[in-house]
């Protein structure tokens, strides 16, 4: 609005009568009328400059200082020049609220958001970090405890937990998985040699009737070898077939289901090994003062002593139901062979 007021004031013209003569008005009259527009412009330029769009305008147009306004059009001469520092007020105006506009919030939220996610990963990191310090302090403490208890009970300084029957049977059970094994070497050495000569007898007989063929002489003797060894043969056949089934049910009762309760009764032992040394350590610490910190690591001995004693009778449980299915399954296994 204020360039093309500007504008107005910069090309107005001389009036020109019905004649095409120019106005009576002299030449002072015209440069006055000019004075007085860019007076009322200047006073309207301040009165408005608390507007928004004009303020910016102001602060990003030309210095009002460095421009002349040029009467009678672009091409007029010098003397139709006004000078504008005779012109009151200020050509530049600084807007405070311009800087208000720019949207900063995005930025601000982007960084809290990032700041804020950096700080989670911190936590959950410094979390699973505790977390498998506490597990490797467990482990050592639990470690330690039972190392010294296996050393005390192998020279003869500490006491252990012995259920007289439960390992008597675990004895047995190992001795037995041991023959198991060697008569499992030695069915399959067999079922090796036995297939080779279920193999020669069937050459063989191929051989004898082969040979009835080309001998009429002796014909009638090598047509009945020849005869003999394809029931040998059918009959070994019939024999590998149940030797095999035999290795194949001793190796899962050898490898499957006495080594699966071979390694529960490892798990029981390791379980009762814990448990004597968490026994003997609940007792060492009866045996000492009795102080709030004593009391202290008493109660806390208690509760592991407790959850190690129900972990060992858990595991001596599943070990006789094992030894009692095992038993069962072997009767099974020597009747299907």
């Known amino acids: 609005m204020t360039d093309s007021i500007m504008s107005k004031a910069a090309t ?6 019905s004649n095409g003569d120019t106005g009576t008005l002299p030449e002072d009259d015209s440069l006055e009328q000019a ?55 200020p050509a530049i105006h600084f807007n405070s609220e311009f800087y208000k506009r720019i949207p900063i919030t995005g930025i601000g939220s982007n960084i809290n958001h990032s700041s804020s996610s950096s700080s989670l990963a911190d936590d959950a990191n410094r ?17 330690y405890k039972c190392t010294k ?7 003869g300084r500490g006491s252990r937990t012995v259920d007289l029957e439960l390992e008597a049977q675990i004895e047995v059970l190992r001795d037995t ?21 279920v193999q020669t007898q069937h050459a063989l007989g191929d051989t004898f009737a082969d040979l009835s063929q080309k001998s009429p002489e002796l014909r009638d003797e090598f047509g009945y070898n020849a005869e003999t060894q394809k029931l040998l043969c059918k009959n070994g056949e019939t024999l590998l077939g149940a030797v095999n089934f035999f290795v194949a049910s001793i190796n899962t009762l050898v490898n499957k289901t006495m080594e699966d309760t071979l390694l529960t009764i490892k798990l029981y032992e390791n379980a009762r090994l814990e448990f004597d040394a968490y026994r003997a350590d609940l007792e060492e610490l009866s045996l000492g003062p009795r102080d709030a910190v004593t009391m202290a690591r008493i109660d806390s001995a208690q509760q592991h002593f407790q959850v190690h004693k129900d972990k060992y009778e858990q595991l001596r449980d599943d070990v006789t139901i094992k030894l009692k299915f095992l038993d069962e399954n072997k009767v099974f296994f020597f009747y299907c062979g």
């Open 149 to 155: 208890q296996m050393i005390s009970e192998r020279f």
């Open 177 to 197: 998985k041991r023959k198991y094994e060697n008569m499992l070497r030695l069915a399959r050495a067999l079922t090796n040699h036995f297939y080779s000569m």
């Open 12 to 17: 107005m013209e001389i009036p020109i009568n």
């Open 127 to 143: 979390g699973v970090a505790v977390e498998k310090l506490e597990y490797v302090k467990k482990w050592g403490l639990n470690t």
């Open 35 to 89: 004075a007085k527009l860019q007076w009322s412009l200047d006073e309207k330029v301040g009165s408005s400059r608390d507007t928004r769009d004009l303020q910016q305008v102001m602060v990003s147009g030309p210095n009002l200082n460095e421009t002349s306004i040029v009467s009678g059009g672009y091409g007029g001469t010098a003397e139709g020049i006004i000078p504008t520092s005779s012109i009151k007020g």
